[in-house]
């Protein structure tokens, strides 16, 4: 029983730093990068921060995978990737994977060809597309937090 206490500890701990980088980088960071003067190195700034998270969001989302998967383990709860009611064990694993592919596979690319992904016809276009990207994605993950606690606690079933 202890060990599965603290998976769940080290799981809601690795989520609230990752989860709360993205929160920070799409609400605090981007914003201000796009309403600032300093535009002319808005990129330069925007990719020296978010680089450095990354490399702790990598950190966290092997953690909360290893827990994550530790804890279903445990649980003895596969089943539930069967069942409906369980659909935010889907969700959790989706984020995941969306975030494990972002940071392990794509991210080396889009962080080479960022600058040209951004611009439109030869201007930047004020991050607006890396603003849009983000809060999708904050969106998902944080509706996310929301029904696994409530499917934790058996508000669905
Ligand atoms: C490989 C991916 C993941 C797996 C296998 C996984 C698995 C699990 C399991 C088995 C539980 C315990 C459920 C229970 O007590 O009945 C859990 C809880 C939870 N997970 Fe995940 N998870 C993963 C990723 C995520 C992600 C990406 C998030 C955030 C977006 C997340 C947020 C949570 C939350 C908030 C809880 C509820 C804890 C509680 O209230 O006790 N998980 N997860």
Redesign the pocket.
């Known amino acids: 029983m202890n060990d599965l206490t603290l998976a ?1 500890a080290v ?2 701990l690795s ?1 609230v730093i ?2 709360g980088g993205v929160t920070f980088v799409t609400l605090v960071l981007i914003p201000t990068l796009r309403r600032s003067s300093f535009r002319i190195d808005q990129l330069t700034i925007f990719h020296a921060i978010e680089n450095r998270f990354a490399s702790i969001a990598r950190v966290m ?1 092997l953690l ?2 290893i ?6 383990y ?2 003895d ?1 596969w089943g ?1 990737f069967t069942q409906i009611q369980f659909f ?2 889907h ?3 989706f ?3 969306l ?2 592919l972002a940071l392990f596979a794509i991210e080396p690319f889009i962080l080479k060809n960022h600058g040209r992904i951004v611009k439109d016809r030869h201007n930047i276009t004020n991050l607006k597309k890396t603003y849009i990207v983000h809060s999708v994605i904050l969106v998902l ?2 509706s ?3 029904v ?2 409530l ?3 058996g508000f669905f079933y």
């Open positions: 769940r799981h809601i989520v990752w989860m989302v909360a995978g827990s994550g998967f530790y804890m279903t445990k649980l709860a539930r935010w064990m969700a959790m694993v984020v995941w994977c975030f494990f993950s944080l996310t937090i929301l696994s606690v499917g934790a606690h």
